[in-house]
């Protein structure tokens, strides 16, 4: 590639916010008196993209963490951590990867921390989640849809 082509890429943070976050405890305070917290944690992951206007994004990342303490819910914690991205300059193929991995690797910290800042307001132990590797999800969404569409061809 030639510098021209170098100088035109652009990827900037424009803002980082929390777009949504909610915290449950319904079976408090009577799960406060447990013995010995040995919770069974439940997590699910989600984004979304969406264009908002020429080479600016939002993407948001979404937790959910259900915490579960011999067989009860001990709390439920929500959180959308978004942001607004300047992806520009890229092919199409390196803009997917960085809006569908390395937006979400910005986000993730950001989201870990409220979840864990809410468990501690809900009179729980801070909840700190394990890293999570955005590339490896990124890639096993390709292998997906390659096979998804490498089934579609085979039918018709």
Known sequence: MNET????????????????ASFESPNSPRLFGFEKWNPKIELNISNEQKHIEEDLYEIVLKITVTVSHEDETAFLVEVQQAGLFKVGGFDEDQK????????????FPYAREAISDLSVRGGFPPLTLSPVSFDALYQQHLQRQQAEQGETDATH
């Open 5 to 20: 082509t170098e100088a035109t890429k652009q990827f900037a943070i424009q803002k980082l916010y929390v777009k949504d």
């Open 96 to 107: 997917k990867y960085l809006l569908g991995s390395q937006c979400l690797n910005i986000l």
